[in-house]
């Protein structure tokens, strides 16, 4: 299994960006699927993620700037990211917790990672 995330970039404050990952590999099923972030001298946190049955969980300080949103049909997530801040600029990872195809369990996968950096 592999995530791969895309779309970060250089952004102006006040601009947009959308992010995107997508799982690929022997998935049975994708349990939850969101964003992390860190940034320079800070902890990994959480921004979004979405559950299997499609309840979407926000860090408080990211309601309503940020819209997390699925294809199914492409096991990918997306990440729209508005009125972005320099406090935005961060490393953003995509991560899920993923059941492959006749293995038991569930795992955590991680994405490369993409830098945002919001700056004039």
């Known amino acids: 299994v592999q995530l791969q995330a895309s779309g970060g970039g250089l952004v102006q404050p006040g601009g947009s960006l959308r992010l995107s990952c997508v799982a690929s590999?022997?998935?049975?099923?994708?349990?939850?699927m969101g964003w992390y972030r860190q940034a320079p001298g800070k902890q990994r946190e959480l921004v979004a993620h979405?559950?299997?049955?499609?309840?979407?969980n926000y860090a408080d300080s990211m309601k309503g700037q940020f819209i997390l949103s699925r294809d199914n049909a492409k096991s990918t997530v997306y990440l729209q990211m508005n009125s972005l801040k320099p406090e935005d600029t961060a490393v953003y990872y995509c991560?899920?917790?993923?059941?492959?195809?006749?293995?038991?369990?569930?795992?955590?996968?991680w994405g490369q990672g993409t830098q945002v950096t919001v700056s004039s």
């Open positions: 590999g022997h998935i049975a099923s994708i349990n939850l």
């Open positions: 979405i559950t299997r049955t499609g309840t979407i």
């Open positions: 991560h899920a917790d993923i059941s492959r195809t006749y293995v038991k369990g569930s795992y955590d996968y």
